[in-house]
Structures are given as C-alpha cells and as structure tokens.
Nanobody, 116 residues
C-alpha cells in the first residue's frame, strides 16, 4: 500500500523557518510529480508548490514565491518544502501529493502554525 508520510511541522514565530519532508514508500517515486498543498481552517485546500518527476522544474503559488522552495531526492523517495520568512497567513495543515497519469496519493498532513 502506498504511503506518504509528512513531517517537520510545528509552531514557529513570524519570520521563522521550517522544513517539511514527505517520505514516500511503495511507489515508483521518480515517476511522480510531487505537490505540496495546504488547508487553513475554514478554507479550501490550495496548491502551494509543484516539482516535476526529475526535479527539473518547479512552480509556486504567488504568495509563497521567494520564500518557499520545493526540492526532491529521488534516491531517498523524499520531497521537501523549505519555508522561510513565515507569516501568520501560512498557518495551515500541509499535505504532500504524488501524481502520475491517473494515479494520485495523499499524505496525512502536518500542522504548521505561525504565531508569536
């Protein structure tokens, strides 16, 4: 059974940094486009960052450009989201998603809270 397990969330002060990880198992990781989504209370889940299967291309939601960086290590079946200059509006549950053709898998999410 495919598993995506996020880690690295927590409580951080505004302006701080966190690095999220998503470890995948039981899938051909290097074939999958990987995405990070987030969902704040009372809001729709939104796409934050995308990285292609080889890591050669990335894309970001406008509000996180220049602050967040997505990367992947296909040898470790892991995708990362480095989050810098965090703002209270970045508070949400962050989910990783793996997608390839018609296949889509989700992790369970990790809470990120930005507050003083």
């Amino acid at each position: 059974q495919v598993q995506l397990v996020e880690s690295g969330g927590g409580l951080v002060q505004p302006g701080g940094s966190l690095r999220l990880s998503c470890a995948a198992s039981r899938l051909a990781f290097s074939l999958y486009v990987m995405n990070w989504y987030r969902q704040a209370p009372g809001k729709e889940r939104e796409l934050v960052a995308t990285i292609t299967s080889t890591g050669g291309s990335t894309n970001y939601k406008d509000s996180v450009k220049g602050r967040f960086a997505i990367s992947r290590d296909n040898a470790k079946n892991t995708v990362y989201l480095q989050m810098n200059s965090l703002k209270p509006e970045d508070t949400a549950v962050y989910y990783c998603q793996a997608t390839y053709n018609f296949l889509t898998y989700w992790g369970q999410g990790t809470q990120v809270t930005v507050s003083s």
